[in-house]
């Protein structure tokens, strides 16, 4: 009877469940709610999320905070969320009661049926891991300028095909490297019959929103 009840009420890590605005991407500005994950596996030095200090939390008590919220935009992300234990139980439940799911994915391994709509951000510094392993589509792919982003970009264009991929700047310290990315962003751009890349900026935190 315990196994059964932990089941239908299983425990997941959660940074934070928040309401805001999307920030990045091509949904920018669309009201949402973030259910942020935590535990990664991978390890960024520049991220900005603390995915390794997380709380417990059931999925009855996931789903009293999302219903306290006006939104119908649900947006899993980390951390990484493809990592994490009965997942499928949480987004089964939330597509009963109607929301829509987006899911931000470093992209390497499977997304779950239940997701509307796949955001993933492949990172450099892991290259070789995509080689190996990686989701077969999304919806938007975004890399970070964390460096020469050239090589990796036309790697990820012939491996993970999107309906749009965007560049954003690396922030570290509070500081952007908005003239590294758009430089790059133009170097992509000049080639021909290529995807065409565009700029994705965390515009939240210029608008001062979580």
Request: a negative charge; proline letters at 6%.
């Amino acid at each position: 009877m315990l196994n059964n009840l932990n089941n239908e009420n299983p425990t997941y890590r959660i940074v934070e469940i928040f309401e805001t605005l999307q920030g990045e991407g091509f949904n920018t500005g669309m009201p949402s709610i973030f259910i942020r994950f935590g535990k990664c596996n991978l390890a960024c030095p520049w991220c900005d999320t603390n995915y390794n200090q997380y709380q417990s939390k059931t999925l009855n008590e996931i789903m009293h905070i999302v219903r306290n919220f006006t939104a119908r935009n649900i947006i899993i992300t980390g951390g990484e969320p493809t990592i994490q234990p009965n997942i499928e139980r949480l987004l089964d439940v939330l597509k009963q009661e109607g929301y829509f799911i987006a899911v931000e994915t470093n992209g390497l391994k499977p997304v779950p049926s239940q997701i509307d709509y796949i955001a993933t951000s492949p990172k450099r510094l892991y290259q070789k891991n995509y080689l190996k392993h990686h989701i077969p589509f999304a919806h938007e792919v975004r890399i970070v300028v964390d460096g020469d982003v050239q090589d990796f970009c036309e790697q990820i264009e012939q491996t993970i095909p999107a309906d749009r991929y965007y560049l954003s700047p690396c922030e570290e310290n509070g500081v952007m490297n908005m003239l590294e990315t758009i430089t790059q962003l133009g170097l992509l751009n000049q080639r021909i019959n290529k995807p065409r890349w565009q700029l994705s900026i965390q515009t939240h935190k210029i608008a001062g929103i979580e």
